[in-house]
């Protein structure tokens, strides 16, 4: 209970615990259980994005509501498919938030070598070709689930850790046109993302959060 700080539905747009709980554990002292050999709980869709296959993991709330509200959250830099321990704790933690409160909870997975320094991880910014493709990828994505489920279009939340916090707040910034209507921007998102943050001019519910747990960054 001392690791909650923060409890907003999706009405007002998200449920979330502090940082410290999302990304350092301290809701268990147990040891999370290993990816290898557990049952995800979220299934993974395939989306043709301009001739690229891409991937995302969905879950679908228990008890869903109409219309439905939806957190896409990007993970940050991922070395490993389909998913390392880290980012898999992450969206368990935000798989049952939303069984919780009855929002739609999205896993979009990046580009190997969007980031040239580290090439061999999944990553959102850092090389401008991949970076645009990625950013196609999140529009079509918003365009695929609307024509498949009846969406809150006042509610479709972007949030991302680490480098993808890096994207969510280049969105914030740079594409007002785009259809998210709320941020959370996580770790190093609000250190290299923001390095001029101003969004008197955005009516925008914006969500900003540190984490230890992101070392590169910390």
Request: proline share 7%; hydrophobic share 45%.
């Amino acid at each position: 209970a001392e690791c909650i700080i923060l409890k907003k539905l999706l009405s007002s747009y998200f449920i979330l615990h502090t940082s410290a709980l999302l990304f350092s554990g301290c809701a268990s002292a147990s040891k999370p259980a290993s990816v290898s050999g557990v049952p995800a709980p979220w299934k993974m869709v395939r989306l043709d994005v301009a001739g690229s296959l891409r991937s995302y993991g969905l879950v679908w709330p228990n008890n869903a509501r109409t219309p439905l509200p939806v957190l896409i959250f990007l993970h940050g830099l991922d070395s490993e498919l389909p998913n390392p321990e880290r980012t898999a704790r992450h969206y368990r933690f935000l798989a049952e938030k939303a069984h919780a409160s009855g929002f739609l909870a999205v896993f979009p997975r990046g580009l190997r070598g969007a980031n040239p320094q580290l090439p061999a991880s999944l990553a959102w910014v850092g090389d401008p070709r991949k970076e645009e493709a990625n950013r196609a990828f999140l529009l079509a994505l918003v365009v695929e689930l609307s024509s498949r489920y009846a969406l809150d279009r006042n509610r479709i939340v972007l949030g991302g850790f680490s480098n993808g916090g890096t994207l969510a707040a280049k969105q914030l910034l740079e594409h007002p046109e785009d259809p998210f209507t709320g941020f959370w921007i996580e770790a190093a998102g609000a250190w290299g993302g923001l390095p001029a943050f101003n969004i008197r001019e955005r009516r925008d519910p914006v969500y900003l959060s540190l984490a230890a747990d992101d070392w590169l960054n910390y």
